[in-house]
């Protein structure tokens, strides 16, 4: 899970296009909190600020825009879920070849090693880092370069893409830009990722129209523009400067399935994905999840509860409207200190579990002797579930019922949110009465994720009538994933958590799984390099045998980030 955001301006005279991208980074803080980046273009050459911290710190809150003249560029903000904490995997990635290609993605690829094998082998494409982005902008320009020309068109870049619906498999929001041609950005053909694109007036030049991707539309509406549509599943869109965009539908939708958890959780409430509202979802959520309540305690269980208490602050609509339909009072007791990033997407566990008591601390008079429901948005590790638990029995808290908007997180996610391996996931082989007695509740409520009082139909209650959505990736809560996962991919994740790569590197012939459909060539050495060995497993953390430094600079593109003025960091 990352923010992408991408901007052409009308105007080609124009070298501000740094500032909006600058802006949409805070709009789209929450999608990545490791690094962010802006590539702009200008005269055909491309300028880049990116570094490990948030928008504010790699921007040094604005002043390093003055060394990013363009009409237009990229933005990124990352999450990491593969590679390494690393400077040299902050996002715009670029290639010199062909033409000049600037990229930032939004997702998960689940067929690395087979990628990352062709490159080296049949592509001869060098990769820099162990990021998968950078393996899809490097299919992406093989499929470019073997056009053989020295100018491509728009239908060019079309056909460039279909290298990467054909061998890429995963989910997948991009925007990119080609030096001194155009903005592209396409979606995966499952939409399991969010993209859409914007439109507003120029304000420098009569007539000229600006267009703005992000992967969320509240980005767009703060920034001013409108006629806002959602990229569809398999669809891309050229922005060539000074013509209107060119949409082509370059793979048929293989389903219209975008990932649940954007609602539950990621997305900021004043979103719309896919034509569903993410704060009417959440409302949607509360009502059927005091539906599920009810049924579980009885309406004297429910009458013995004296109020609900939100997990500020993805949680907090739901538990509004959970308080309303079992009407009881609705308190905001757990206070939330905003000088605190979110825990959840932390690097690890030791700093989401030390972070909770920064993030949270209770009011103890509205705890105090009380019977009460919290209401979280999801319970994964247990690690902060439990915490929130034991601060409320601090306060004095009499009986503590926690509620989850969404189902029991049962198996990976693997479409680019790293919540954990099946063991440490708390629901993971445990009862209900278990998770309660391991975050120390007197009872566990989940909702459910069919039927009518379930997730899936809170989402599709919250629809509009344009939506085409009729269902949702959720393999997270079911081990259904929408895209199939190549045999092997679940052992590789571990491997990689567990900073092991070695025999994992048995994946690097594993098939592009076109429709799911994945399969196995066995090989006896790694991607890039000889055979793996049994010292690998604990030796080598990362690709092709190589121990990276912890913080190397990305020598892909010069960094104009890295020569800004110390005293101005």
């Known amino acids: 899970m990352c923010g992408v955001a991408a901007l052409l301006l009308g105007d080609t005279k124009a070298t501000t296009a740094a500032v909006d991208l600058h802006e949409s980074l805070y709009m789209l803080q929450h999608r990545g909190q490791e690094a962010a980046g802006i590539t702009v273009c200008q005269g055909g050459r491309f300028f880049l600020v990116k570094q ?39 996002q715009p990635f670029y290639v010199n070849s062909p033409f000049g290609i600037a990229m930032s993605v939004n997702g998960n690829l689940v067929n690395t090693e087979y990628l990352r094998k062709f490159l080296d082998e049949e592509a001869h494409r060098h990769v820099n880092s162990d990021s998968d982005s950078e393996l899809l902008l490097n299919v992406f320009a093989h499929g470019l370069q073997k056009l053989g020309k020295n100018r491509v068109n728009s239908d060019d870049i079309f056909t460039a893409l279909g290298d990467v619906y054909s061998m890429c498999q995963g989910a997948f929001a991009c925007t990119a830009m080609i030096a001194g041609f155009g903005i592209l950005c396409f979606r995966d053909a499952n939409g399991i990722r969010p993209l859409c694109m914007g439109s507003r007036p120029s304000a420098s030049l009569a007539g000229a129209t600006d267009y703005f991707i992000a992967s969320e539309s509240v980005a767009l509406k703060q920034l001013g523009f409108g006629n806002i549509r959602d990229i569809a ?63 579980v305690l009885g309406d004297k269980g429910v009458d013995e509860i004296d109020a609900v208490i939100p997990v500020p602050e993805t949680s907090n609509v739901a538990a509004a409207a959970l308080a309303e339909k079992l009407r009881k009072p609705y308190v905001t007791a757990l206070i939330k200190n905003r000088y605190v990033h979110r825990t959840f997407i932390l690097p690890n566990q030791a700093l989401r579990q030390k972070s909770v008591r920064r993030k949270l601390s209770p009011i103890d008079s509205e705890f105090m002797g ?148 994945a399969s196995v060539i066995t090989s006896s050495g790694t991607a890039n390099g000889p055979p793996a060995s049994d010292e690998d497993d604990d030796a080598c953390p990362y690709a092709n045998g190589i121990k990276t430094p912890e913080h190397r600079e990305d020598i892909s593109l010069y960094n104009i980030g890295s020569e800004f003025p110390a005293h101005e960091k």
């Open 52 to 90: 490990l911290g948030m928008a504010a710190k790699v921007f040094a809150e604005g002043r390093r825009l003055q060394q990013l003249p363009g009409y237009m560029g990229l933005g990124h903000l990352r999450y990491p879920t593969m590679g390494t904490t690393s400077a040299s995997e902050a």
């Open 370 to 517: 009380k019977n009460l429901i919290i209401v979280d948005d999801s319970l994964v590790r247990g690690t902060t579930s439990r915490e929130i638990v034991q601060m409320a029995r601090e306060a004095g808290a009499t009986r503590v019922i926690f509620v989850s908007c969404s189902p029991e997180c049962t198996h990976p996610h693997i479409y680019g949110i790293d919540l954990a391996d099946p063991a440490d996931l708390v629901a993971h082989g445990r009862t209900r009465q278990e998770i309660a007695e391991y975050i120390h509740a007197d009872d566990v409520i989940f909702e459910d994720l069919d039927g009518p009082d379930g997730l899936k139909a809170a989402c599709l209650e919250a629809a509009d009538s344009t939506s085409e959505v009729k269902d949702f990736e959720v393999g997270v809560f079911c081990g259904k994933y929408v895209t199939g996962v190549p045999e092997g991919y679940f052992e590789h994740l571990s491997d990689l958590r567990n900073g092991r790569r070695g025999k994992a590197a048995t994946l690097a012939n594993m098939s592009a799984g076109l429709n799911g459909d």
């Open 233 to 295: 599943p398999g669809e891309a869109v050229f922005l060539e400067k000074g013509k209107a965009p060119r949409f082509r539908q370059i793979v048929e939708r293989r389903t219209y399935t975008p990932d649940i958890f954007e609602f539950v959780y990621f997305s900021r409430p004043e979103t719309v994905i896919d034509g569903i509202s993410v704060y009417r979802s959440r409302q949607k959520m509360g009502e059927k999840l005091a539906n599920k309540i009810r049924r």
